[in-house]
């Protein structure tokens, strides 16, 4: 394996991309274009599979194959892709509306399928293309266009959720620090079975405006001082907690992948077919 550029894989003739200025998106697109690059991967057999959001355009920005799906659906296309053509790295781009609200249930059954796949999902916390509506994923008491007086639900912990569901690899990095990122969707892209990489962004257009962020450098900072490593976590009470994200790798273990145990059923009903 040979480390190249991540340039090599960013379809630069197609840039610069349509995200607002101060969107989190482009460092979590070159978080991956670099990840693709560490890794020295063969861009005819690595694709990419997208739902619907802004998030959802990142695969036009990369050189690489590419399937832009349905919203809500991007696991279940990209889990056909796999099965079809196991030599394929399959990375699949989410937001936390596309991913985790509704396509929550694709979300949990791929983890608990252990399906080879690298789920990366853009937590901005609200659906930012279609104008900063509430997702699965937004903070108590946030604002946002569907909660006007103030979001009273509580979200979804992504990578407790994934972890729980049975995914083998989950992680968490942020915006805010662009190369843990990196490495951390080399070690998802790396790890065999499904890896959830959940990237905590900003959307300063909606999410960051309508609660008081009133510059792109303001939802940066917001989330930089709403973040904290595991080791720091510890020991922190639920409350204090409340709001935090926090960052790190919440699962790493070894699983044998849904694509091989398939082939094996099918190798062995192959076997006694012949046999018999
Ligand atoms: C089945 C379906 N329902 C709703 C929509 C409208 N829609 C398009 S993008 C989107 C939300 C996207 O939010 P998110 O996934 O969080 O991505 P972001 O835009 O924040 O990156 C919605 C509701 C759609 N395209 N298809
Ligand atoms: S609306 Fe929000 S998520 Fe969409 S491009 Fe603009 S800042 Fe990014």
């Known amino acids: 394996m040979t480390a190249r550029n991540f340039r090599e894989y960013l379809a630069e003739n197609r840039l610069p991309t349509i995200w607002c200025p101060g969107c989190g998106n482009g460092i979590v697109l070159k978080a991956i274009a ?20 802004c998030w959802g355009w990142a695969d036009d920005y990369l050189a690489v194959n590419a399937f832009h799906g349905t919203h809500g659906r991007a696991l279940a296309f990209a889990t056909g892709i796999k099965l079809a053509n196991p030599e394929l790295t399959v990375v699949v781009l989410m937001g ?123 939802a940066f900072s917001w989330l930089r001082d709403h973040s904290l490593s595991r080791k720091r976590a510890a020991g922190l009470s639920e409350e204090e907690l409340h709001g935090k994200q926090v960052l790190g790798v919440f699962a790493d273990r070894q699983s044998e992948d849904y694509g091989t145990r398939y082939r094996k059923a099918a190798e062995a009903l192959r076997g006694e077919g012949e046999s018999s």
């Open 96 to 218: 936390d509306g596309d991913g985790a609200t509704i396509g929550g249930n694709h979300l949990i059954h791929a983890a608990r399928r252990n399906v080879d796949l690298t789920a990366v999902v853009v937590n901005n916390y609200n659906y930012g293309m279609t104008g900063g509506q509430y997702s699965g994923t937004t903070p108590r008491g946030s604002i946002t266009s569907t909660s006007p007086l103030g979001h009273v639900e509580d979200p979804f912990d992504l990578c407790a959720l994934t972890a729980a569901a049975g995914a083998p690899f989950v992680a968490r990095g942020s915006v805010c620090g662009g190369e843990n990122l990196r490495a951390l969707i080399r070690r998802g892209l790396e790890h065999r079975g499904f890896s959830f990489v959940e990237a905590a962004s900003v959307c300063p257009t909606h999410f960051g405006r309508r609660n008081g962020l009133r510059t792109a450098v303001e």
């Open 34 to 53: 670099g990840a693709f690059a560490d890794l020295g991967l063969d861009r005819r057999k690595t694709a990419a599979v997208s739902g619907i959001g």
